[in-house]
């Protein structure tokens, strides 16, 4: 086995466990993981993505925690790989969010990033 495959590709903050939590509780994601993708596009060249699925691929990292899946794709595994996903709640709004110290720079929105 591989062992660089074990190892998870990012970490969950306390608050991030907490709220997919609560959101897989929901009938309507019962039986689902919580995936985290980055993909081409958004203002800075790359962006993550954050959605429910039914389906863990063979290529996928999962990272556990509290019962919390959260599953990873393995093109998406490199960019974040010592990342931290966060869910953050301000006055603008509650939102998830990636610590990224791969990302050379981000956008203000937060969910768009570029690497150097």
């Known amino acids: 086995m591989d062992d660089s495959r074990v190892a998870p590709p990012?970490?969950?903050?306390?608050?991030?466990?907490?709220?997919?939590?609560?959101l897989?509780?929901?009938?309507?994601?019962?039986?689902m993981v919580f995936r985290v993708a980055v993909s081409?596009?958004?203002c800075s060249g790359f962006?993550?993505?954050f959605a429910f699925d039914d389906a863990v691929n063979a290529d996928d990292r999962v990272v556990e925690h509290d019962d919390v899946k959260v599953v990873v794709d393995d093109v998406s595994f490199d960019y974040l790989a010592g990342a931290e996903l966060h869910f953050a709640e301000e006055l603008i709004g509650a939102y998830f969010t990636?610590?990224?110290?791969?990302?050379?720079?981000?956008?203000?929105?937060?969910?768009?990033f570029s690497v150097g």
């Open 10 to 22: 990012l970490s969950l903050s306390p608050a991030a466990v907490r709220r997919i939590a609560v």
């Open 24 to 31: 897989l509780s929901l009938p309507e994601n019962a039986g």
């Open 40 to 42: 081409g596009g958004g």
């Open 47 to 49: 962006k993550y993505s």
């Open 98 to 112: 990636v610590r990224n110290p791969n990302a050379s720079s981000t956008c203000g929105c937060g969910t768009s």
